[in-house]
Structures are given as C-alpha cells and as structure tokens.
C-alpha cells in the first residue's frame, strides 16, 4: 500500500530507495464495486518501462490523500486493463 502526493492527473510515489516515481493517472475504472487507477510513469521516471500499472484506489476516511493498493491479481489487472482499452478507443472513435 503507497500513500501518494496526488495533484489532479499525477501522482509521485518514494520508492524503498527513496527515489521519486511519478505517474499520469489516466483513468479511474470501477470493477466489481472498487475503482482502479491505471497509471503511466512519467519517462524521466525510475519505473518508466512504456507499460500501465493497475492500483486499487482505497478509501481514506480521515485524510486527503488517496492511497493506492497494488493489484497481484492478473484477473483483475487484465479486466480494468480491458476496460481502459475498451473506454480509449470508444473515445477515440468519437461514440
């Protein structure tokens, strides 16, 4: 679980070595009653490698900042990853 500096559309996770990992949020997914964020590392990133990551967004009741869970399922990985596919080219083909 990371605790993230969130401002809007990008979030900055400390990796164990201390590094900053920044990440474009580029779409909140709602699968089976949790929202995902699936995320990019900026290039200049540490942990940029061209892929998207899925995290689960968890609910902090007694702050403002989200916190995002890594997902170790690779069900439920490639059914946000899909439906993020899915939600792009629909926006994409203007529908």
């Known amino acids: ?13 400390t990796d164990e070595q201390g590094r900053a990992n920044n990440f474009e949020i580029l ?18 990133s540490p942990s940029y490698n061209g892929m998207v990551y899925v ?5 902090e009741l007694d702050s403002d900042t989200d ?4 997902v170790e399922d690779q069900e439920i990985i490639d059914a946000v990853y ?9 926006l994409e083909s203007g529908d």
Not at 27 to 44: Q, S, T
């Open 1 to 13: 679980m990371s605790k993230a500096q969130n401002d809007d559309f990008f979030v900055s996770f």
């Open 27 to 44: 779409a909140v997914i709602e699968y089976e009653g949790r929202d995902y964020a699936v995320m990019l590392p900026e290039n200049d």
């Open 55 to 59: 995290f689960e967004v968890a609910e």
């Open 67 to 70: 916190t995002y869970v890594g």
């Open 82 to 90: 899909d439906m993020f596919i899915a939600e792009a080219k629909r």
